[in-house]
């Protein structure tokens, strides 16, 4: 086998290739191929990092394109933007000497499945309904009257059957199955995850191209939670499985420029949402002429109501001198269709050119900024919160009618501020007057709220709201009381917010945008 590679965004010349196969790694969109002048064969690479494998036996060739930020960075930015919680640059291990994307995302996860299946495969309760011959947990009259009408059997049934076939195993099965299939993978990890394929024999793998199911983190999944995390991660890479031309191949493929700008609105969101309100969007549909005809979507939009505050688009090749036109021509459009002054191109570390431009015959003014990803993640956090900075300042003196979707919680009017005694404090009264408290670095505080209203309710989210992970538990739930199962504190990790149901339900949709999931254990 021929192995080839390269860094991101280069041109290199081999030995030629044969044409079936160059015709084929072209089509798996890793590289672009061509031909040079003296017979040579041309690989570019561009947005796309990651392995790729093409043809079979000795005849086969992988590519193998490199990121030029470190790869437990990288990594990073990955999970992050998929997820805000857990994910620390320390959860990738036995990656220093790793320089390929493909074995440093396996080392890693293989690392974190043998922590998880370690202490035993994990069991639960599994809803099924099938058809059998004797009765077993419920029976399900309409079904069987709809099925079978006449037939004594097979009963039709729904029984909770206690099993390792539940989402977690699905998830670590499906992803050891896929890196399995992956070019580039070591082969002592190769007979690590063989050995997960063993262990969890029984399991269904998850159906290939549908998105992975949810699964909530509890005392019980706690030692799964960062091999899910990157199971998700592994599951969500594109997949190379049959390009143009008939010949095998096989790879793992992350787009750079969708890897930045999902990072990028995740932490500028946090930054602006949780600091100054308002709330931030994605792709936000907007039309550039009157007749709604020209549809634009703005990477990311920050809004006070029906008021757009500002825009900007997130670029993760950064030109060298001057921005290209067509990245100025894009951001002067978005900011005409939502009547905006300032629009803000945001790069990856590079950019050396002026740090606006201010275009004439118009209000228009396009900021550059550039963003270090290889800096310290304190540093890096420090260059969103500088930006964030320079978002909000601009709406000073705007007399603007600030009503947003989620405001600052330190001045939230649903949100109470902890540490006051709350035997004296009339906020709640039985968790049925309308105000939300929040529990953050504060355990004896929460404790003492879950003693003095054991009719109440708590949703258990991360410290920075999002509505992708709300669980409603009453009060008196084992999972979120006592003594914790995993660390020593109940609101250093995850913030709690307690209340009556009906006013943490309002909270949780009006305010952070989601549906709270129900405990399965106690609601």
Same mark, same amino acid.
Not at 338 to 347: A, D, F, N
């Given at each position: ?41 041309? &690989? ?18 992988? !590519? ?30 036995? &990656? ?5 994307? +493909? /074995? ?17 495969? *994990? ?33 039709? +049934? ?71 995390? &990157? ?16 010949? @095998? ?22 930054? *602006? ?5 308002? #709330? ?63 629009? %803000?191109? +945001? ?21 550059? %900024?550039?963003? @270090?990803?290889?800096? /310290? ?34 001045? #939230? /009017? ?28 504060? @355990? ?10 054991? @009719? ?27 003594? /914790? ?6 609101? !250093? ?29 106690? +609601?």
């Amino acid at each position: 086998m021929r192995l080839l590679t390269l860094p991101e965004h280069s041109r290199r010349a081999y030995l030629p290739l044969d044409p079936t196969i160059a015709q084929a790694m072209g089509g798996t969109g890793l590289v672009a191929v061509g031909d040079s002048r003296d017979g040579r064969t041309v &690989l570019r690479s561009t947005n796309r990092v990651g392995a790729v494998r093409v043809g079979s036996g000795q005849e086969a060739v992988e !590519v193998r394109v490199r990121p030029k930020i470190p790869i437990a960075r990288l990594l990073w930015l990955l999970g992050y933007a998929r997820n805000q919680a857990g994910w620390h640059e320390e959860s990738f291990v036995g &990656l220093a000497e790793e320089r390929d994307l +493909v /074995p440093a995302v396996a080392v890693s996860f293989t690392a974190a499945a043998a922590h998880a299946l370690a202490p035993g495969v *994990l069991q639960g309760y599994r809803d099924t309904e099938e058809a059998l011959q004797v009765l077993r947990g419920r029976f399900r009259e309409s079904e069987q009257l709809r099925i079978r009408l006449g037939l004594a059997v097979p009963l039709e +049934v729904r029984y909770d059957d206690y099993t390792i076939d539940i989402p977690e195993n699905q998830i670590l099965l499906s992803a050891a199955l896929r890196l399995l299939r992956l070019p580039g993978v070591r082969r002592a990890t190769l007979a690590a995850l063989r050995r997960f394929t063993v262990a969890l024999a029984g399991v269904a793998p998850l159906v290939p191209g549908r998105r992975a199911p949810d699964t909530l983190s509890t005392r019980l999944t706690q030692r799964y939670q960062p091999a899910l995390r &990157l199971a998700r991660l592994i599951l969500a890479g594109d997949s190379v499985e049959h390009p143009p031309g008939g010949v @095998d191949a096989a790879g793992f493929v992350f787009n750079l420029d969708k890897v930045f700008e999902d990072w990028l609105f995740g932490v500028l969101r946090d930054a *602006l949402q949780m600091e100054y309100g308002g #709330h931030v969007e994605d792709q936000h549909l907007v039309h550039l002429d009157d007749e709604r005809g020209l549809d634009m979507y703005p990477d990311i939009t920050w809004w006070a109501g029906e008021h757009c505050l500002a825009v900007a688009d997130a670029k993760y090749k950064a030109p060298a001198g001057r921005p290209p036109r067509e990245d100025i021509y894009q951001m002067l459009a978005y900011c005409t269709a939502l009547g905006l002054s300032t629009g %803000h191109l +945001v790069y990856a570390a590079g950019y050396q050119g002026p740090p606006a431009y201010r275009i004439p015959r118009t209000d228009v003014t396009i900021a550059i %900024h550039a963003l @270090d990803l290889s800096a /310290p993640l304190h540093e890096l956090r420090r260059q969103i919160d500088r930006f964030a900075r320079s978002l909000h300042a601009e709406q000073a003196g705007a007399a603007l009618s600030f009503t947003p979707r989620l405001a600052s919680l330190r001045e #939230h /009017p649903l949100v109470t501020t902890p540490g006051r005694d709350l035997r004296n404090d009339n906020v709640f009264v039985g968790g049925h007057d309308g105000k939300v408290q929040r529990f953050l670095d504060d @355990d004896s505080g929460y404790l003492q709220w879950l003693a003095t209203h054991r @009719d109440g309710f708590v949703i258990n989210t991360y410290r920075k709201p999002t509505g992708t992970y709300l669980v409603l538990h009453r009060a008196t739930c084992r999972t979120i009381s006592g003594t /914790p199962a995993v660390g020593s504190r109940w609101t !250093v990790d995850y913030a709690k917010f307690c209340g009556g149901r009906s006013e943490l339900e309002a909270f949780a949709r009006n305010e952070v945008g989601g549906e709270p999931r129900i405990c399965g254990r106690c +609601v």
